[in-house]
């Protein structure tokens, strides 16, 4: 909800590496409003396994892809993410806030490799459950690398974000607005994208830990080529169609058991410090890859708890014409993480 003084409008994009996704949220009315979404494809050896390997190709259609929405360039909020980010709850002595941040330095030496090399920040977090002298604490630090590089992939496109927030925050914002049932108990949200599967964790909806795994519609789309022999156009036709097909269920089935495999290694990981009895009590899809025929399917057969196709306009306001010629159902799942970015107000 907007404040006084604060930013009309956000600007989230999403550098994707199939897809650039660009909403535009507008903050002025009681609730936000999505106003304009543009999305632009990118070659498939533009950005691989995340890095940028033409840069002048990616900034161009950055630029080309904000433009089109009308937003200002100084209103953009854009993330990070990766194994190069690490996110962990923590719990330690109570401290005023403004003694924190030198308490949060001294902590993320015991939890984060090379601290020097990060960029740090951290969130108190209310906990009624935790002793009078003891505060929990969300630590996340992110490889100055990592956000040099985003930095400058930006400049050339003629943008200095206003923020840059980190993927598994800019989702759980996304999906708070959409989902505000599922921020109790134990809660997982998988982000399925065209290289990278992002399974993200809520406890009590606070994201407690993100982790990611090397599968995405390119790898279905070449399991179908290599499997079945289709051509890549025929592949991908299946992988963004409305119908299941036995060529892809047989690829959807091996890797769904590789995404859940993923996911019950991190709650396990988890499960110590998973408030409640400890178990994941449902699960979401989202991203390009969620709308794979059969995915959620099989995802919710493995698992045996429900799984469902999370929907980032299920609870937004949405303008007329925001969506210009883009057919919603299939976008929309797409956008999570570029709505997410956008309901940053400050």
Same mark, same amino acid.
């Given at each position: 909800m907007a404040l006084f003084g604060r930013k009309k409008t956000t600007v989230g994009l999403d550098i994707g590496s199939g897809l650039v996704k660009v909403a535009v949220v507008d903050h002025s009315k009681s609730a936000p409003e999505l106003v304009k979404v543009a999305i632009s494809p990118l070659p498939d050896d533009a950005i691989v396994e995340g890095e940028v390997m033409d840069p002048h190709l990616v900034s161009d259609a950055i630029r080309a892809t904000v433009e089109r929405?009308?937003?200002?360039?100084?209103?953009?909020?854009?993330? =990070?993410?990766?194994?190069?980010?690490?996110?962990?709850?923590?719990?330690?002595?109570?401290?005023?806030?403004?003694?924190?941040?030198?308490?949060?330095?001294?902590?993320?030496?015991?939890?984060? *490799?090379?601290?020097?090399? =990060?960029?740090?920040? !951290?969130?108190?977090?209310?906990?009624? $459950?935790? #002793?009078?002298?003891?505060?929990? =604490?969300?630590?996340?630090?992110?490889?100055?690398?990592?956000?040099? $590089?985003?930095?400058?992939?930006?400049?050339?496109? %003629?943008?200095? #974000?206003?923020?840059?927030?980190?993927?598994? !925050?800019?989702?759980?914002?996304? !999906?708070? =607005?959409?989902? *505000?049932?599922?921020?109790?108990?134990?809660? %997982?949200?998988?982000?399925?994208?065209?290289?990278?599967?992002?399974?993200?964790?809520?406890?009590?909806?606070? #994201?407690?830990?993100?982790?990611?795994? *090397?599968i995405g519609t390119r790898r279905f789309r070449e399991d179908l080529q290599r499997e079945h022999g289709l051509s890549s156009s025929d592949a991908e036709a299946l992988i963004r169609g409305f119908d299941r097909a036995p060529q892809l269920d047989s690829v959807i089935d091996a890797r769904t058991e590789e995404i859940v495999t993923g996911l019950e290694r991190a709650v396990a990981f988890l499960a110590s410090s998973l408030k409640g009895d400890g178990q994941m009590r449902a699960v979401y899809t989202c991203g390009g890859g969620s709308r794979t025929p059969g995915l959620t399917e099989s995802l919710g057969k493995r698992l045996r708890k429900p799984v469902e196709l999370a929907n980032p306009l299920a609870n937004m306001q949405v303008r007329d014409g925001a969506m210009d010629s883009l057919v919603t159902d299939e976008v929309a799942p797409l956008l999570m993480l570029a709505i997410g970015l956008a309901l940053r107000t400050n």
């Open positions: 929405v009308g937003g200002s360039m100084k209103d953009v909020v854009t993330a =990070v993410g990766g194994r190069d980010v690490i996110i962990k709850r923590i719990s330690t002595e109570r401290v005023k806030e403004a003694q924190a941040r030198e308490l949060m330095r001294w902590e993320a030496e015991q939890h984060v *490799p090379d601290v020097d090399s =990060v960029e740090l920040d !951290f969130q108190i977090l209310e906990d009624s $459950a935790a #002793p009078r002298d003891q505060m929990s =604490v969300l630590l996340v630090a992110a490889k100055r690398d990592l956000v040099e $590089a985003k930095l400058r992939i930006l400049s050339e496109a %003629g943008i200095s #974000p206003r923020i840059m927030d980190v993927d598994a !925050f800019a989702l759980h914002n996304a !999906f708070e =607005v959409n989902y *505000p049932a599922a921020m109790n108990g134990a809660v %997982g949200l998988i982000n399925i994208g065209h290289e990278v599967t992002n399974i993200n964790v809520l406890d009590d909806g606070v #994201p407690i830990l993100t982790r990611d795994l *090397p």
